[in-house]
């Protein structure tokens, strides 16, 4: 007779058991992310919360916390929630105002847009621009890397290859977050 709360018992799906396998594999996966799905995929094999511990060297607490969220939230209840702070004070619709003057319209009276121009013209922060042309890596300086394009879809493009969305309330590295 086992001693002790009773645990869930972990069934895994063919595509929740593939998905947790690759985790585990992925060099670019986050770690902490990998370390809960080589969690799971123990408790699943039918290791106690205590071997499990053991074999990850972590303790029995992290065990059990990430055996109870995946049995609530299944996989999603694996990933990192929206942490606190201060939300995004800049919102799409700035950011799309600034890569569009960026990208697709000349300054008046000069060969370039400078962050001080752009932000007057945008109605924003110097830093709001510079944080804006960072995340985005523009550099409109440099003429040779940057033309100006008439491709309507380039700023949804940019705002998807580089994550930033008004969903990322835990904006991930790269996005751009208040002015």
């Given at each position: 007779?086992?001693?002790?709360?009773?645990?869930?018992?972990?069934?895994?799906?063919?595509?929740?058991?593939?998905?947790?396998?690759?985790?585990?594999?992925?060099?670019?996966?986050?770690?902490?992310?990998?370390?809960?799905?080589?969690?799971?995929?123990?408790?699943?094999?039918?290791?106690?919360?205590t071997?499990?511990?053991?074999?990850?060297?972590?303790?029995?607490?992290?065990?059990?916390?990430?055996?109870?969220?995946?049995?609530?939230?299944?996989?999603?209840?694996?990933?990192?929630?929206?942490?606190?702070?201060?939300?995004?004070?800049?919102?799409?619709?700035?950011v799309?105002?600034?890569?569009?003057?960026?990208?697709?319209?000349?300054?008046?009276?000069?060969?370039?847009?400078?962050?001080?121009?752009?932000?007057?013209?945008?109605?924003?922060?110097?830093?709001?621009?510079?944080?804006?042309?960072?995340?985005?890596?523009?550099?409109?300086?440099?003429?040779?890397?940057?033309?100006?394009?008439?491709?309507?879809?380039?700023?949804?493009?940019?705002?998807?290859?580089?994550?930033?969305?008004?969903?990322?309330?835990?904006?991930?590295?790269?996005?751009?977050?208040?002015?």
């Amino acid at each position: 007779m086992r001693l002790g709360r009773p645990t869930s018992a972990l069934c895994l799906t063919k595509g929740e058991r593939e998905a947790l396998q690759a985790w585990t594999r992925q060099p670019k996966c986050p770690q902490a992310l990998a370390l809960r799905a080589r969690v799971i995929l123990l408790c699943a094999a039918g290791r106690s919360n205590t071997e499990t511990a053991a074999e990850l060297r972590i303790t029995i607490q992290t065990v059990g916390k990430w055996r109870q969220r995946f049995v609530e939230k299944r996989l999603d209840g694996l990933l990192d929630e929206p942490r606190s702070g201060t939300p995004r004070r800049l919102s799409d619709a700035d950011v799309d105002r600034v890569l569009g003057l960026t990208l697709e319209s000349p300054p008046t009276r000069a060969a370039h847009w400078s962050t001080r121009s752009l932000a007057e013209a945008a109605g924003l922060s110097r830093s709001s621009v510079h944080r804006i042309w960072r995340a985005f890596s523009l550099q409109p300086h440099r003429t040779e890397a940057l033309r100006l394009l008439r491709d309507s879809l380039l700023i949804d493009k940019l705002l998807t290859n580089k994550g930033a969305s008004p969903s990322d309330e835990g904006a991930p590295e790269g996005s751009v977050q208040g002015a």
